[in-house]
């Protein structure tokens, strides 16, 4: 099972870029969608996860307003929406899946390779 993410680049501030997560299988029925990043010197931070079943949808407070996931169950695709962007939101996005429904980095099973976004001021 491999999860693919791309989408990042360069932008800035207040620009946009939206971040695809490609599945290689449809067997993430059952799970729960994860966003990260991590910034440079910082450690992995939970962005926001969406239910693959339910389309229930939870963010982090550093984001909510400016960043929306989504996705496409024909597709097999995750998606992170990010507006108003600012040069905090530099990082390496990761998607990730679980089994469980957490924002704790360690408890999800499969991860993406990263995509780097960048926010110039």
């Known amino acids: 099972v491999q999860l693919q993410a791309s989408g990042g680049g360069l932008v800035q501030a207040g620009g946009s870029l939206r971040l695809s997560c490609a599945a290689s299988?449809?067997?993430?029925?059952?799970?729960?969608m994860g966003w990260f990043r991590q910034g440079p010197g910082k450690e992995r931070e939970f962005v926001g996860k969406?239910?693959?079943?339910?389309?229930?949808?939870y963010y982090a407070d550093s984001v909510k307003g400016r960043f929306t996931i989504s996705r496409d169950i024909a597709k097999n695709t995750v998606y992170l929406q990010m507006n108003s962007l600012k040069p905090e939101d530099t990082a390496v996005y990761y998607c990730?899946?679980?089994?469980?429904?957490?924002?704790?980095?360690?408890?999800?099973?499969?991860w993406g390779q990263g995509t780097q976004v960048t926010v110039s001021s």
């Open positions: 990730a899946a679980a089994s469980r429904d957490t924002d704790y980095a360690p408890e999800y099973d499969y």
């Open positions: 299988r449809r067997t993430f029925s059952n799970y729960v």
């Open positions: 969406i239910t693959w079943s339910t389309g229930w949808i």
